[in-house]
């Protein structure tokens, strides 16, 4: 059965809340069984022994009562387990996005963020059925028919006997069942998955199938696709079905041999009618958990294989020291960075980076030049604390990185990644995040200077406009420039930059390049540089191969040295002027 | 039930003798069980008289007879219905893509771009169990109801009349409170998860971001209120879905107690046998099986309800009309004329206003500028992907209004901007330009596009799968095999968006020198940002917010010290 002792875990922390659930259940099983009780009665004193309407009534009133406590006790069960598994799902998401905080950017970019949001909301929610079916289920069916038993088998032993004997028959056919069922059903869903997958496959190459005119074999191609999906998963349908048809068999085929045997004692007066019909009316029940267990098995199933995805990213180390130094640039309000014998590798195999050793000087632009893949992004990413280094120490203003708090860090530190994110926020929001408790003066004061401000006054709600909604989905060169604003309103003495180079039309280029120079005048620069005109103008360049930097100097030191660097410079300016 | 839902019975409607054999099934399973406790209460109570055992007979016989229907119905029932949901979904695929088809992209609004549409499939999907969670139900339950009726009427029509009312109640009574109680919650959840999944794409995709500006701590508070606002609506929820479980179980109590409340003066006064009386009470309770997936089935019918809505919005757009006529215009050569053509997307600004342009035969031509000046939709015309307000277009001198899409697609190659590999085999993914294509075509159009050197270093060669979306290969690979795919087909016309975008330069170069020779015998025309390896091309047009601002060759261009001039030394400057 799938009790994965990790989930077990997680509900043992709402014990009082469970309890509740599941004690709620079994009273209303005992309540069920009281039903039956005065049912019986009722019907035995009416029909054999010649009671009236008024004789009964009392008892009626009775089963009224009862009935109604029950309906009460199932909808006291639901709340619970419902609200069990709501407390869970939101616990566990608050740990989830924590942790992804701790694990930190170069854990969630790249291929793996599809993967991870899909976790964060879809996986936990698939545990609702788990927590709040399946679970209450797997005990409710072990006690309820236990319940029966006990109250069964002193009113007649024989069907004891026989409960006693079927009942252990459907969780063993259901396992036995079960397991060929389960590799036949994944395999039923791989299927399922890729059928949906060509018609998804289809749908999103519409351009490409209207582009060579192939409509219709392509729609010839879905019909048979889920034509001979149809005939092939139905060929596994009609095994693993034959689960629910033993289980179904079973438990009715039981309740017809209780009928049949309380029936013949009945006539040879081994037994009284009331408490033949009290266990007729009971076999049923005792039945029902198991079968339901076996509906909601494929739920428990589902839980469990999210449950996987969740503790994978749970059980990530976190590989960030949590400093808890501030730090405090003086009065100067300078940084100095230095690198000393800095090295890193993101999964313990090659190195990243290298022996990295430099300095940056206040007032000072160093540019990273090298291709892509040779260890600049990580080196920007290891000064922002994204990263720590496993070798070597990142020296700032006399402190070591490790032991500030990142947070407190950042303060100083402004960054312009390539591609920057814009938040599902209005742009004024977005801007303000740079500075909390901007005016608004200050804000597009900002945004002029990022050379933004036209464009933002264009749009039909200005500033208030929320990102990502109708047409307000920015181009890469208007987030960068968002990014720059961004920039100016935070005005830290440290900038990470990495060069932008979308595509823009020349005069807004031309204005892009100016305002990031203005930027980063006075302050100590990082520059991931892309273009020939900044490395010239940089106080000092770092070249990158392979992790490492194998050469550095300014612009004439490094053209003098006719090395790596006028190498890598020639390859790419391609022809002469 | 709503318009929508009909038109979506309608469309599935080619399966109703399925449907209905489904539902017989599911009809007869639920008989079984009633069976199975009206003939067990027969047998117990006609046996507490102590007749002789031949007086039983005919129950246990019948006793076992329905103890094994129900199991034999079950699985028939479980067979059928699944083989209708694969049915169904094979047929809303193939009408949805016949529906769309004809509208994409220009007609398809918000939905052009393959990521929102791939949300509608989802739609689409959501239809697949219509007949297992909203058809099938009432339709059992109203069998069942017509069984109880027989069997119950047999004996008084009181107690007839008194399950129609508890079916009424329960079948219908029940699922309007839980659809009334719900209706508010149900928009407001929708709304709240879309913003928690908001949230979380903010902080996996901004979570650099977040970090720098020290926005950690009011995400999280603002992340837990969301959160918590989202489960207190779920809980409300439950708490309702809860109470109609309940309720249900109320009302078959309620049921059984009215029965006896009935029976039993008519047992007291002979009316009724009172063998009868355990009979009837252990078939009502039996008949409510048919009664409880009701509730749900009113909120998938919702649900399929908003699907459906929200497909027909797409689908019930007007089709573009096309020329009808299976004949195929002849042009005398294929150059390409725009006499001021105008043309803008609709709800936004205008692309073209009065352009002219020229693409000669047999040249290279080239339109350049910065990304979003309108060139890609340049494409969008020629291939009628849209179609332009005003002006003519021309392909030699057959207008191209004169062309259908498919038409065009005969005589235009072209190499969009954003590729699609399907998830085929490399071989596969070339061959679809051209399904006549010999192995030998394929592998010189690989050639040309310098690609066909790496797939021989895969494992298969050109039988290796490309994957979802063509992931198992890099960019620049897609980029190539994209290029194969165009070439393949030695059409005419050859129109090529970024060709070289995610190309390294080695490649980039290679690929330059091949578009120049197959222009000496074909129209190429090339759109890109890039100017580098333009100095061969026939006529470059730059273009500047949709206008042509600058043409020439590149020789010309760099002497008029211009837009193009700036623009390449800008790129120029971009050295890594």
Redesign the interface.
């Known amino acids: 059965m799938h009790v994965d002792k990790r989930l077990i875990k997680l509900a043992h922390n709402y014990r009082l809340t469970a309890s509740i659930s599941i004690l709620s259940d079994l009273f209303a099983a005992f309540l069920t069984i009281a039903?039956a009780f005065y049912?019986s009665m009722?019907?035995d004193s009416?029909?054999?022994r010649?009671k009236?309407?008024n004789d009964?009534s009392n008892l009626?009133f009775i089963?009224?009562l009862v009935?109604?406590l029950?309906?009460?006790f199932?909808?006291l069960g639901?709340?619970s387990a419902?609200?069990l598994a709501?407390n869970i799902?939101?616990n566990l998401?608050?740990k989830l996005?924590?942790h992804?905080?701790k694990l930190?950017?170069s854990y969630?970019k790249g291929e793996k963020?599809g993967e991870?949001?899909n976790t964060?909301?879809n996986g936990i929610e698939k545990l609702e059925a788990y927590f709040?079916q399946f679970l209450p289920q797997l005990f409710l069916s072990a006690l309820i028919p236990l319940l029966i038993l006990i109250i069964v088998f002193p009113v007649d032993l024989l069907t004891g006997v026989v409960f006693l004997v079927t009942a252990p028959l459907i969780p063993v056919f259901m396992i036995l069942i079960g397991k060929i069922a389960e590799s036949m059903n994944r395999k039923q869903w791989k299927i399922l998955n890729l059928?949906?997958?060509?018609?998804?496959?289809?749908?999103?190459?519409?351009?490409?199938?209207?582009?060579?005119?192939?409509?219709r074999?392509?729609?010839k191609k879905?019909?048979l696709v889920?034509?001979s999906?149809?005939i092939s998963?139905?060929k596994v349908?009609?095994i693993a079905?034959?689960s629910?048809?033993?289980l179904?068999?079973l438990s009715?085929?039981s309740?017809?041999i209780v009928?049949?045997e309380?029936?013949?004692r009945?006539?040879h007066?081994n037994l009284e009618?009331r408490q033949?019909?009290f266990i007729?009316?009971l076999a049923?029940e005792f039945y029902l958990p198991l079968r339901q267990l076996g509906a909601r098995y494929h739920a428990g199933m589902e839980g469990v294989s999210a449950a996987e995805s969740i503790f994978k990213i749970l059980k990530e180390p976190v590989k960030i020291s949590s400093g808890k130094n501030t730090f405090n640039p003086g009065l100067a309000k300078n940084i100095k960075v230095e690198f000393q014998n800095v090295s890193f590798s993101y999964n313990n195999t090659k190195e990243a980076v290298k022996n990295l050793s430099f300095t940056l000087n206040p007032g000072t632009v160093t540019a990273l030049?090298?291709?892509s893949g040779s260890g600049k992004t990580t080196t920007a990413n290891l000064l922002?604390k994204?990263i720590e280094n496993s070798t070597g120490k990142i020296i700032v203003n006399g402190m070591d990185l490790k032991t500030l708090s990142?947070?407190d860090w950042?303060?100083f530190?402004?960054?312009i990644?390539q591609n920057?994110?814009?938040?599902?926020e209005s742009i004024k929001y977005n801007l303000q995040?740079?500075k909390p408790g901007a005016t608004e003066e200050e804000i597009i004061d900002a945004a002029r200077k990022a050379d933004i401000h036209n464009f933002i006054n264009s749009l039909a709600y200005g500033y208030e406009t929320i990102v990502g909604e109708r047409?307000a989905r920015l181009?890469?060169?208007q987030a960068q420039r968002i990014a720059l604003a961004?920039a100016f309103l935070?005005n830290s003495p440290l900038i990470i930059l990495d060069e932008p180079?979308?595509?823009?039309?020349?005069q807004?280029?031309?204005r892009l390049l100016r305002n990031i120079e203005m930027l980063t005048k006075n302050k100590t620069v990082l520059m991931i540089?892309?273009?020939?005109?900044t490395?010239k103008k940089a106080d000092s360049i770092l070249v990158y191969s392979n992790g490492e930097i194998v050469e550095s100097g300014n612009y004439n030191e490094l053209i003098e040295l006719n090395g790596y660097f006028t190498k890598?410079?020639k390859?790419?300016?391609?022809?002469d002027? | 039930m709503s318009k929508q839902f009909l038109r979506v019975i309608k469309i599935a409607g080619k399966y109703k003798f399925w449907m209905l054999l489904a539902s017989v099934t599911g009809f007869l399973t639920i008989g079984s069980s009633i069976g199975l406790m009206m003939t067990s209460a027969y047998i117990i109570a006609k046996a507490a008289l102590h007749p002789s055992i031949a007086e039983l007979q005919v129950g246990i016989v019948g006793v076992r007879f329905f103890g094994i229907a129900r199991g034999v119905f079950r699985y028939a029932e479980r067979y059928i219905s699944h083989e209708i949901t694969f049915k169904l979904l094979a047929r809303f695929r193939v009408w949805f893509y016949d529906s769309i088809y004809p509208l994409f992209p220009s007609k398809l609004g918000k939905y052009r771009s393959a990521d929102l549409l791939t949300r509608i499939v989802d739609d689409v999907e959501n239809l697949e169990h219509i007949y297992v969670r909203v058809i099938a139900p009432p339709f059992v339950a109203l069998l069942v109801l017509i069984l109880m009726l027989v069997l119950f009427e047999s004996f008084n029509l009181l107690y007839a009349t008194i399950i129609i009312i508890f079916f009424l109640l329960a079948g219908v009574g029940v699922p309007l409170f839980s659809y009334f109680a719900s209706k508010n919650i149900g928009t407001k959840l929708v709304l709240l998860q879309s913003r928690m999944n908001e949230l979380i794409v903010d902080q996996i995709q901004g979570l650099p971001e977040l970090l720098v500006f020290g926005q950690v701590e009011s995400f999280n508070n603002e992340f837990d209120k969301t959160q918590k606002e989202f489960y207190s609506l779920q809980k409300k929820n439950a708490k309702i879905s809860g109470a109609t479980e309940a309720l249900i179980g109320l009302l078959m109590s309620f049921a059984v107690i009215t029965i006896l409340y009935s029976a039993i003066p008519n047992v007291t006064n002979g009316l009724l046998d009172g063998v009868y009386l355990s009979v009837l009470v252990l078939g009502t309770m039996a008949s409510f099986e048919a009664l409880l997936p009701l509730p749900v089935a009113v909120q998938f019918l919702e649900q399929s309800n908003k699907s459906a809505s929200r497909i027909f919005e797409l689908t019930d757009t007007a089709k573009p009309s096309f020329p009808n006529t299976k004949e195929q215009p002849e042009p005398n050569d294929y150059s390409i004329k725009l006499k001021s053509v105008s043309f803008k997307y609709s709800g936004s600004n205008v692309v073209y206003d009065k352009l002219n342009l020229f693409i000669p035969q047999n040249k290279l031509t080239a339109i350049v500028g910065a990304s979003g000046t309108g060139k890609s939709t340049l494409v969008n015309l020629i291939t009628r992907f849209w179609d332009y307000d005003d002006g003519e277009i021309y392909i030699g001198n057959k207008n191209l209004r004169d062309f259908s899409p498919a038409g065009i697609a005969k005589i235009v190659s072209v190499v969009p901007q954003r590729t699609h590999l399907f998830n085929l085999s490399i071989k596969e993914n070339i061959r679809f330009a051209n399904p006549a294509a010999t192995d030998e075509q394929i592998y010189n159009a690989a050639e040309l596009a310098n690609i066909h050197e790496f797939v021989l270093t895969l494992p298969n060669k050109y039988d290796e799968l490309v994957g979802e979306q063509g992931l198992k290969l890099s960019g620049g690979e897609r980029r190539r095999i994209a290029l194969a795919r165009a070439f393949v087909r030695n059409s005419p016309v050859l129109i090529l968006d970024e060709p070289t975008a995610d190309l390294d330069q080695f490649n980039e170069e290679k690929i330059m020198n091949n578009l120049h020779k197959l222009s000496q015998t074909h129209t190429v025309l090339i759109i890109t940002h890039r100017l580098r390896h333009l100095n061969k091309a026939g006529i470059i047009y730059v273009m500047d917010k949709g206008q042509i601002v600058e043409s020439g060759t590149h020789e010309k261009l760099m002497e008029q010290k211009g837009y193009y001039f700036t623009m390449l030394n800008l790129e120029k400057d971009l050295v890594v």
Do not use: C
């Open positions: 039903q049912l009722i019907i009416v029909f054999l010649s009236s309407l009964v009626i089963l009224i009935s109604v029950k309906s009460l199932i909808w639901q709340n419902n609200k709501v799902k939101s998401r608050q996005t924590r992804i905080f930190g950017p969630t963020s991870i949001t964060v909301f709040s059928m949906s997958g060509y018609f998804l496959d289809v749908i999103q190459g519409l351009a490409t199938i209207k582009l060579f005119g192939r409509q074999d392509i729609r879905i019909e889920s034509d999906f149809r998963t139905m349908l009609r079905f034959l629910a048809l033993v179904e068999i009715t085929i309740i017809a009928a049949v309380i029936g013949l009945l006539l007066g009618f033949a019909l007729l009316i049923p030049v090298g291709k922002l994204f990142r947070n950042l303060k530190v402004t960054w990644p920057p994110y814009l938040f599902h995040l740079a047409g181009s890469g060169g961004r935070k180079t979308a595509n823009l039309d020349p807004t280029e031309l540089a892309h273009r020939l005109n490395i890598l410079i390859s790419y300016s391609g022809e002027e």
